[in-house]
């Protein structure tokens, strides 16, 4: 350390997760308004969360796809949105098969409405393991659209358009 340079003291007070949590407040209000009121105009939230966080609740297809962070968006097609103090509840549907989708506020990653270019960063929490991870019950197997991610590859918005049926020419 260069003599110049004062070492700051260290905090006996938790100023860096006030401050987290402060922003994840941001988060839980801007839900709890859309669960009361709906979503005004044209916002629409983009919701990051950690896929492996402990009480995570999401069909087993999508944990398969999305082993450590998944995107939501909310925006026409959701529905059955409960706020609590502890994280939310919403029906998305995925490739036509409606689901369930349990998410604690401690795993939330990021959350962005585009709309008003907002957008927040989380800190990561830490990743679980795995062995008691609550799990909704298995839906029916779906065709996949394009490849499946490569391990390590960045996640990706799921974004409801492409899980949208298309009309299947009759024979």
């Known amino acids: 350390m260069d003599e110049n340079q004062e070492q700051r003291p ?3 007070l938790p100023y860096e997760d006030w401050a987290e949590e402060a922003r994840r407040q941001v988060a839980v209000r801007a839900l709890e308004h ?8 044209e916002h629409h939230f983009y919701v990051t969360f950690r896929t492996d966080h402990p009480g995570v609740i999401i069909p087993q297809r999508l944990r398969a796809q999305y082993p450590q962070e998944m995107t939501i968006v909310l925006q026409h097609q959701f529905w059955d949105l409960k706020v609590d103090a502890e994280g939310f509840q919403v ?9 369930s989708l349990t998410i604690p506020f401690a795993a939330l990653a990021g ?51 492409a899980f949208r049926r298309r009309p299947t020419p009759k024979d």
């Open 10 to 12: 260290q905090s006996m």
């Open 34 to 41: 859309i669960a009361r009121e709906g979503l005004p105009g």
């Open 91 to 99: 029906g998305l549907s995925f490739g036509g098969v409606p689901a």
């Open 111 to 161: 959350f962005a409405d585009p709309y008003v270019q907002f957008g927040l960063r989380f800190r990561p929490p830490p990743a679980a393991p795995q062995p008691e991870v609550a799990q909704a019950p298995p839906t029916q197997p779906e065709p996949q659209e394009g490849p499946a991610p490569e391990p390590g590859e960045v996640p990706q918005v799921v974004s409801l358009d």
